[in-house]
């Protein structure tokens, strides 16, 4: 049974496994060899002589050991052919150098002794960069520079670190792979998958290979994470040897979500965050770790226009109307009487075209208005937010407003409008919210138009029976 066991045993991968331990003597000794050498040659200290050679002859035979471990371990494939090459040769060479400079230390072969400094020093740099290339082997290329300040990154070549340096200016700008999913893998998983190692013939370097998959096949499944070999790397008992990463910092909890959402809505390298579905539970990771708000903003807070000129806003306030700005860094203006429910004439209502550009918002609640006022305020195209409610408004008046592509909100409430005017509002493309208690649409009308547009908040008094209209559009107004 023994033997049966020693046949199976994978006996080039066993060896291969022992050249991390073997790898450090030759670096400790080699470097201890350099180090006496040159305090040697300040000091002439008796007996230093042996002991670098000792150092000199163990840091050779120690190199050659890890360079015949480190060929085994190569052969289980996965690591990038060319750097592996330079790794192997310059391994064997450095130990070579250090067998010389053994002989030549410890007088086995006759030499001019300015000539041992120069086989040292070569010693010493073939150790360097052999190290140097069997850490990009072992960790990733990046690995040094992963966690260097941003000007360290910049100085020696490489992108900053994504994850922590990334800044969003909106969700308009935002490309989920290369934007939220590619930085995790370059950090995550890279090391073990890229262009210098491709552990399991996974290599993430860039899209394309990512889909391609590994040795066993395809790694993601698009639109369907659970069924994704990624996914279920990341998620399975951290103590399996099939869980990854095999080493370093896991997967967060948002990285894993986010990436099963990525696989979810078709693994695409190209999508832009607005252009997608994003679950509710995907919007609050983002806004808790990436500071990136994916909430809709009303239309006043993406778009501007030009300043109301001061005669214009003159003008109107000698026609009795307050004008207010919106916010210090927008040119929008709400218009309103400036008393309060006073009825406002025909006239006045025209004199607003004059600021056609500017205003957004109206409050002409219990104002007097006529279905032929609406047909002038229909042609403010900047209009997000009406108030008409108390007027004797009818469906006439709101078949003026279909060409308000930015209205945003609505309120009809104690008008005379029916279910006729149902499609209208339905064909409002910007409106969230449409105020329609005490008004004449019945509540079959209210279903259809429910139907016809889901995402429509619809107030009809009958979830808010306590609400007046005016603290619906406080609430309105402080987000809530």
């Known amino acids: 049974m023994s033997s049966i066991l020693l046949l199976q045993t994978d006996w080039t991968l066993f060896i291969g496994r022992f050249h991390p331990l073997f790898v450090h003597l030759p670096i400790g000794f080699l470097l201890l060899a350099g180090i006496l050498e040159l305090v040697n040659r300040k000091q002439q200290k008796p007996g230093w002589d042996s002991a670098i050679s000792l150092s000199l002859i163990v840091g050779a035979i120690s190199g050659f050991v890890a360079a015949f471990c480190g060929w085994m371990l190569a052969a289980d494939g996965g690591y990038d052919a060319g750097t592996l090459g330079w790794h192997r040769w310059l391994g064997i060479g450095t130990s070579v150098l250090a067998l010389v400079a053994w002989l030549m230390k410890s007088k086995r072969i006759s030499f001019d002794p300015k000539y041992f400094a120069g086989v040292l020093g070569a010693t010493i740099l073939g150790l360097t960069i052999t190290g140097h290339l069997g850490g990009n082997l072992t960790h990733g290329e990046d690995y040094l520079y992963q966690y260097a300040p941003g000007l360290v990154q910049t100085i020696m070549g490489v992108q900053p670190d994504s994850l922590n340096t990334r800044q969003f200016a909106s ?9 939220l999913i590619k930085p995790v893998l370059e950090k995550k998983c890279i090391s073990c998958h890229s262009d210098t190692k491709t552990q399991g013939g996974l290599n993430m370097a860039t899209y394309s290979l990512l889909l391609e998959g590994g040795e066993h096949g395809s790694v993601i499944e698009p639109e369907a994470p659970l069924s994704s070999e990624i996914v279920r790397r990341v998620t399975i008992d951290p103590s399996s040897v099939k869980y990854m990463p095999t080493k370093g910092t896991p997967l967060t909890f948002t990285e894993i979500n986010l990436l099963s959402w990525w696989i979810d809505i078709g693994a695409d390298s190209s999508q832009r965050l607005t252009e997608v579905e994003v679950p509710e539970s995907i919007k609050a990771l983002l806004l808790r770790d990436y500071k990136l708000d994916t909430r809709p903003k009303p ?18 306030e000698e026609a009795g109307f307050s004008v207010q700005m919106l916010a210090s860094n927008s040119n929008f203006v709400e218009v309103g009487p400036k008393v309060v429910r006073s009825e406002v004439s025909s006239e006045q209502v025209k004199s607003l075209l004059e600021a056609k550009d500017q205003i957004t918002w109206i409050n002409f609640g219990e104002a007097g208005l006529k279905d032929s006022d609406l047909e002038v305020i229909g042609q403010l195209p900047q209009l997000t937010r009406l108030r008409v409610e108390k007027n004797k408004i009818t469906d006439a008046g709101v078949a003026h407003l279909k060409g308000l592509t930015h209205l945003e909100s609505l309120n009809l409430y104690g008008t005379e409008v029916t279910d006729a005017s149902v499609d209208v509002i339905a064909g409002l493309p910007a409106l969230k919210k449409v105020y329609l208690w005490q008004s004449q649409i019945s509540q079959e009308g209210v279903e259809a138009l429910r139907s016809k547009r889901p995402d429509l908040m619809i107030d009809t008094g009958f979830q808010f029976a306590q609400q007046t209209t005016e603290e619906a559009e406080e609430e309105e107004e402080s987000g809530e």
């Open 171 to 179: 969700p308009d700008s935002v490309i989920v792979y290369a934007d």
């Open 299 to 316: 239309y006043v807070e993406t778009a501007n226009t030009k300043p109301l000129a001061e005669a214009t806003r003159t003008a109107l």
